[in-house]
Every structure is written in C-alpha cells, then in structure tokens.
C-alpha cells in the first residue's frame, strides 16, 4: 500500500499504512515530532498499535513537519493521511495544498466540512470538499464558550440534585435527538457506523455534532461511555474550559464503574480466542510430574561456560522438551485448512510464547525452533521476551505460529485449560513448580513437582496422539537426559 502522496512540489503527505496482514485501522500512541520540527528520511515519527503489535512508524523523506492531522488517542483507518511534510522549507509562503482535505476523507465527512452539490448532503466518500471549506475543527470559537458554559451548567445542575436552567442549554446546530436533519436514517461514515455496532449503540440516540448532522467517532464514544472525556476521543483542540468544565461530570459519571473500548490487542484477542473457542473442538489433558531433575539441570546449566550471556530457566528445558515431542511425533504440528478440508502437516515448527503485556496477551513465536540448538533457543527466549515487555513486538514476529507454550505457573497456578491460537494444533500450558510431597523410589520424599495441560484440536489430532505427545514431554522433565537419547 502506498503510505505517502504529493500533494505540490512542496508538501507531501504520510498515510496510515498496513504494517501488518490486512489491518484496516490503528491508534496513535505516541507522536514523536510536533509541527515545526526537522525530520530525515527513516526518522520515527509517531508509535500506532494495531490489532496485533505496537509498531513505530518512520517517515520516508526529509523536511519540516507542517501538520499532525489526529491527536494521540485517535483510531485512524488505513490509508488516511496522518502527518504532512514541508520538503522545501524557506521556498516562499506557498499555502497549504487546497486538496489536502480531500486527503482525509473520515476526518472532513465527520466534521462536515465542505459543501455538497446543491440537493446532496455530504455524507460519505465521493461527494468532495469545497475549496474554501478548508478549516478543521477551530481551536478557539464563538461556539465554544457557550458550549463550555452549558456543560458547566449541566454538570453543577446535577451535582445540586435538579435540573439546568433551560437558558443554559445552548441552541442546537444539529436535531437534538440523533439521526438525519430531516429525520431519516442517521448521516455517520461506515467505519463509524461499524464502530457503533462494536460498542453496541443506535446511532438514532446519537446526538451528532458534525455539521448538517453528521455523527462522528467522538460522539460515538461520547454516548457509549458515562465520561465524554475518554483519552481516546480527546483532541487537543478541544477548549481548556470545556475540558474543565466535564472534569467533574466524569467523577460522577465514573465512581461506581469504568468503560473502556476495547480495540487494538484487547479486541483482536477477544476475537481469536471466540473464533477458536468455538471453531476447533478442543480437548485438554493433564499429567503431574517430578521435576526434580530438570531444575538440577537448569543449576547447572547457568554455570555452563557455553550458555554464558543468556537466560537459562526451566522454561528454556520445557520447550526443548516440547520440540523433542514434536519430532517423535510430528503429526501433531498440523493446521486445519477449512476451506479445502484438508490436515496440512507442517515441516518446521514455529514455537509460540504467550507473554503478557500491559496491552493484553500476546503470543510472539520463534521461527525455525526446531532447528536451534540449546544455546541458539535460550537467546532467541531471551529476545522475545525483552522484546515483548519493550511492546516492540512485530506483527510479523506473532505470525506463522504452528504451537505455542503458556507459562501460567509464573502467576503461582498450578495448571489451566489453555484455548488454541487460531491456526494451530496444540498448545502446553505449563503451572507452578512446587516442592511437595512425592513417592520417589519407594519413599515419600520432597520433590519439585509440576502439572502439564495439553490442548489439542480433536479434528486432527486424536487422544492417541495428544497422550503420547504430553507423556513425552512429561517423561523427557522427569528425566532429561532422553534430551539426548531422544533427540
């Protein structure tokens, strides 16, 4: 997808480009340049996360910033312009290019900027931008004072317990109740419209504040939570005392509950784990074993000269464990492929590690573990695992997955019932290692003991398979040295 276009000889613009696999939108995290700095080709610019990671974006060319077009907080669809660069700065006081409006097609059909032809109104893509309607959203107004006064008067009104003085409310540019100016079906873009049928919401109880009635994401979001002033939906154009003024409508509105939208991992997640949940058909079994032996080796293995430098932990012996079982028995590293009902064996296992992030769970894998030696998969662990908890993680680095591990033993559980990642076979969740009581050689004796769940999808892996996998793995942890008679 092409992510700039050259508005003039003098700016050109940067569009919110698919940096993974069929995105259609992303949120701004982060800008890291403001309007008036100095970029080079390569420089990052501004952090987005997607579906699927945080990823950083670099401009590909070098000039002046002239414009950020969405606040931090925004969700912007693939394809919308999001910064425009000056690349001859100094050449003169050439205007901004008049077409730059039309560059941004959600932003200037939600605002209402622009005229339609005479007996249209403007509502989607395709009608235009009039060439003198080249103005966002004003930072400072005539309208914004009363506006500001009104919520002011609204949120002190319900704080006294009785209703606001029908002066205070301000005349309406818009229906009061959501939907066309003329009553018909409510004007709102299709990804707006998508959004309210995410977050549950009639658009005809929306009330729109675009102009000739258009509804956007803000007012969207206004009516699907109880605080209007949601980060996500915040814009820095908004007047300093509007935002002061709904403070405190949000402690009301907040005290009891909290609403959050879910988007980017959170709703990317929430949909793998339903399309999984009930698309495969999961059975999960368990086994309790010794481990005794594993954390011995994982002693002395920190003090192997050879695996100086990188992290050595049981979870490094579990998925070499893992991987052994897979090549005694690679019929388990399959797919489902739906559309051709057909058990696509795979050659090569792409070993997953659910991580938890401050984002939600994410499951990165490494590529070609089966190929690694000892050493080779302790760093690329290692990596992975910085490299989740930095939130660098790519989207091309969680895809491809063929089985994943799940550590749930670091939050002191002893076991779970783990879903499939969408597209695998099996996945081994791993509990707790604890010491306790165990029969070893005849007497009871403290062992560190642990408990294995392996889910797998009954359509192409049977009980047979899936025993015979997870009595490996068990056995190989009981006894490590099959690592090497097994290998």
Same mark, same amino acid.
């Given at each position: 997808?092409?992510?700039?276009?050259?508005?003039?000889?003098?700016?050109?613009?940067?569009?919110?480009?698919?940096?993974?696999?069929?995105?259609?939108?992303?949120?701004?995290?982060?800008?890291?340049? /403001?309007?008036?700095?100095?970029?080079?080709? #390569?420089?990052?610019?501004?952090?987005?996360?997607? +579906?699927?990671?945080?990823?950083?974006?670099?401009?590909?060319?070098?000039?002046?910033?002239?414009?950020?077009?969405?606040?931090?907080?925004?969700?912007?669809?693939?394809?919308?312009?999001?910064?425009?660069?000056?690349?001859?700065?100094?050449?003169?006081?050439?205007?901004?290019?008049?077409?730059?409006?039309?560059?941004?097609?959600?932003?200037?059909?939600?605002?209402?900027?622009?005229?339609?032809?005479?007996?249209?109104? =403007?509502?989607?893509?395709?009608? #235009?931008?009039?060439?003198?309607?080249?103005?966002?959203?004003? %930072?400072?107004?005539?309208?914004?004072?009363?506006?500001?006064?009104?919520?002011?008067?609204?949120?002190?009104?319900?704080?006294?317990?009785? +209703?606001?003085?029908?002066?205070?409310?301000?005349?309406?540019?818009?229906?009061?109740?959501?939907?066309?100016?003329?009553?018909? %079906?409510?004007?709102?873009?299709? =990804?707006? %419209?998508?959004? *309210?049928?995410?977050?549950?919401?009639?658009? +005809?109880?929306?009330?729109?504040?675009?102009?000739?009635?258009?509804?956007? !994401?803000?007012?969207?979001?206004?009516?699907?939570?109880?605080?209007?002033?949601?980060?996500?939906?915040?814009?820095?154009?908004?007047?300093?005392?509007?935002?002061?003024?709904?403070?405190?409508?949000?402690?009301?509105?907040?005290?009891?509950?909290?609403?959050?939208?879910?988007?980017?991992?959170?709703?990317?997640?929430? /949909?793998?784990?339903?399309?999984? *949940?009930?698309?495969?058909?999961?059975?999960?079994?368990?086994?309790?074993?010794?481990?005794?032996?594993?954390?011995?080796?994982?002693?002395?293995?920190?003090?192997?000269?050879?695996?100086?430098?990188? !992290?050595?932990?049981?979870?490094?012996?579990?998925?070499? +464990?893992?991987?052994?079982?897979?090549?005694?028995?690679?019929?388990?590293?399959?797919?489902?492929?739906?559309?051709?009902?057909?058990?696509v064996q795979k050659h090569y296992v792409n070993l997953g590690i659910a991580a938890a992030t401050p984002r939600g769970l994410i499951v990165p894998n490494i590529k070609d573990a089966h190929e690694k030696t000892l050493p080779q998969l302790a760093a690329a662990l290692g990596e992975l695992v910085t490299t989740a908890r930095d939130g660098k993680t790519s989207p091309a680095a969680m895809a491809g997955g063929?089985?994943?591990?799940?550590?749930?033993?670091?939050?002191?559980?002893?076991?779970?019932?783990?879903?499939?990642?969408?597209?695998?076979? *099996?996945?081994?969740?791993?509990?707790?290692?604890?010491?306790?009581?165990?029969?070893?050689?005849?007497?009871?004796?403290?062992? /560190?003991?642990?408990?294995?769940?392996?889910?797998?999808?009954? %359509?192409?892996?049977?009980?047979?398979?899936?025993?015979?996998?997870? *009595?490996?793995?068990?056995?190989?942890?009981?006894? =490590?040295?099959?690592?090497?008679?097994?290998?």
């Amino acid at each position: 997808m092409t992510t700039m276009t050259e508005t003039s000889a003098r700016f050109r613009e940067f569009k919110m480009p698919d940096v993974g696999e069929g995105l259609t939108e992303a949120e701004i995290l982060k800008w890291f340049v /403001q309007p008036g700095d100095t970029v080079t080709d #390569g420089q990052v610019v501004c952090e987005v996360e997607t +579906a699927k990671a945080a990823v950083e974006l670099p401009i590909p060319f070098d000039g002046v910033v002239h414009e950020l077009r969405f606040p931090e907080g925004t969700t912007v669809d693939v394809g919308q312009v999001i910064i425009a660069i000056d690349v001859a700065p100094g050449s003169g006081d050439a205007p901004a290019p008049a077409a730059e409006p039309a560059q941004e097609p959600v932003e200037a059909a939600s605002q209402g900027d622009g005229d339609a032809p005479k007996g249209r109104t =403007p509502v989607l893509v395709g009608y #235009g931008v009039a060439e003198s309607s080249t103005k966002r959203r004003p %930072r400072k107004g005539a309208s914004a004072a009363p506006e500001a006064a009104a919520v002011a008067a609204a949120v002190q009104a319900e704080l006294n317990g009785h +209703a606001a003085p029908a002066a205070a409310a301000p005349a309406p540019a818009v229906p009061a109740q959501g939907g066309a100016p003329d009553g018909g %079906r409510p004007l709102a873009k299709p =990804p707006v %419209r998508k959004l *309210a049928k995410d977050l549950g919401i009639d658009l +005809a109880t929306v009330v729109p504040t675009g102009k000739d009635g258009v509804i956007t !994401r803000e007012d969207v979001h206004a009516a699907a939570a109880p605080a209007p002033v949601s980060p996500t939906v915040a814009s820095p154009a908004a007047e300093p005392e509007a935002a002061a003024a709904t403070a405190p409508q949000a402690a009301v509105g907040s005290a009891r509950e909290t609403r959050m939208p879910v988007k980017g991992v959170r709703k990317a997640i929430a /949909q793998a784990m339903v399309g999984s *949940a009930f698309t495969a058909p999961h059975v999960t079994e368990f086994v309790t074993v010794d481990v005794t032996r594993t954390m011995k080796l994982v002693a002395e293995l920190k003090e192997d000269k050879d695996m100086a430098g990188v !992290r050595v932990n049981p979870l490094l012996i579990i998925a070499k +464990a893992l991987l052994v079982a897979i090549k005694r028995h690679p019929e388990v590293n399959a797919a489902w492929d739906e559309a051709n009902q057909e058990i696509v064996q795979k050659h090569y296992v792409n070993l997953g590690i659910a991580a938890a992030t401050p984002r939600g769970l994410i499951v990165p894998n490494i590529k070609d573990a089966h190929e690694k030696t000892l050493p080779q998969l302790a760093a690329a662990l290692g990596e992975l695992v910085t490299t989740a908890r930095d939130g660098k993680t790519s989207p091309a680095a969680m895809a491809g997955g063929t089985v994943t591990i799940t550590n749930v033993g670091v939050f002191g559980v002893d076991t779970g019932t783990p879903i499939l990642n969408p597209g695998e076979s *099996a996945i081994l969740a791993v509990g707790a290692i604890k010491l306790q009581p165990w029969v070893h050689k005849g007497k009871v004796k403290p062992r /560190q003991v642990t408990t294995l769940a392996l889910s797998f999808d009954h %359509r192409l892996v049977d009980g047979e398979l899936g025993s015979k996998v997870l *009595a490996d793995v068990a056995a190989i942890l009981e006894q =490590p040295k099959r690592l090497i008679t097994w290998a």
